[in-house]
């Protein structure tokens, strides 16, 4: 068979065998993106309702422990060892998958 691509591609290929290139950094930010989302949504299912929801709400809704507290009816103290849990385990999951 015919290889396809130019130099372009060639180009391409030695820019991510640099680290410290644009393309590379970009490669590995949309990598890691990629696993931890995996990682979410394997996740989710292995903690309760609530202990998800305090995760989400203080780690991707930036709401303050007090008020998603106050949101799901629990404490301020369960709202965050819901958050030291779930990050616990997605740096488990994640360890050698990401850099």
Known sequence: PTATGGSGSLEELDQLEDPNSALSRLWDREHNEHV???ALEQS???FST?????FQGVV???KKAADVAAEL???VN???IAKS???SHLR???RDLVD
């Open 36 to 38: 931890l989302r995996q």
């Open 44 to 46: 989710k299912a292995k």
């Open 78 to 80: 369960a709202v965050l």
């Open 85 to 87: 849990r779930v990050l």
């Open 50 to 54: 609530n202990t998800w929801l305090a």
């Open 92 to 94: 488990r999951e994640t």
């Open 73 to 75: 009816g629990i404490s």
């Open 60 to 62: 991707f809704g930036g």
